[in-house]
């Protein structure tokens, strides 16, 4: 039996699996088939749709909405009112007028690597993949990839910086090198990526 917390006003559907420690606070609606991984935090109001897939010491805070069939790895911040979308053409209905249902349009996905983190009312707009470690700064609307490290802002994204694994900018140290200024730790620009540096 798992030792997830569940408040009485989550609604959370029997075929959903939860991971142990993980807490579902007030007015959380997590639907069927949804795996959220162990020691989650699930604000209130977030909805988690069908089948979405999240890992384990992740937070995704209140009102945020993560729509099938999000992917989302471990250790993944997810802001207050965020939006993972999976609709490219929404339409409530179709060409003849009649109300669209689930079997009109194919749903794309959000994927969100290890350790990233998405802004409060930041926009992802699938189909599109968040690299790990990768930082959306608040309000931004995401349209295309973005690389682990990579720090985006604005109305389309677009990387500003890079970031380590703690989040905060690195600094230019020269040769394509960046230093973390709290860990450290060294990375290596090569062709538009960030790497770590070994040792």
Not at 2 to 26: F, K, L, N, Q, Y
Request: glycine share 12%.
């Amino acid at each position: 039996m798992s030792s997830a917390r569940i408040v009485d006003s989550a609604e959370v559907d029997p075929t959903a699996t939860i991971g142990d420690g993980s807490a579902i606070w007030h007015l959380v609606q997590v639907r069927d088939q949804a795996r959220i991984g162990k020691n989650c935090i699930i604000g209130r109001g977030a909805y988690i749709g069908t089948g979405v897939v999240i890992g384990d010491n992740c937070k995704i805070q209140n009102y945020a909405l993560v729509y099938e069939p999000a992917e989302i790895g471990n250790g993944v911040f997810i802001g207050p009112a965020a939006v993972l979308t999976n609709d490219q053409f929404p339409r409530a209905v179709n060409p003849d007028g009649s109300i669209k249902s689930a079997s009109d349009w194919d749903a794309v996905g959000v994927k969100i690597g290890d350790g990233a983190s998405i802004g409060a009312r930041a926009i992802c707009v699938a189909p599109l993949t968040i690299g790990a470690w990768a930082l959306v700064a608040a309000g931004a609307v995401v349209t295309k990839d973005v690389p682990d490290y990579a720090l985006v802002v604005g109305t389309p994204a677009k990387r500003i910086r890079w970031v380590g694994r703690a989040g905060v900018p690195l600094e230019n140290i020269g040769d394509n090198l960046f230093r973390c200024p709290v860990t450290e730790q060294i990375y290596r620009e090569i062709s538009s990526d960030l790497l770590e540096i070994q040792g």
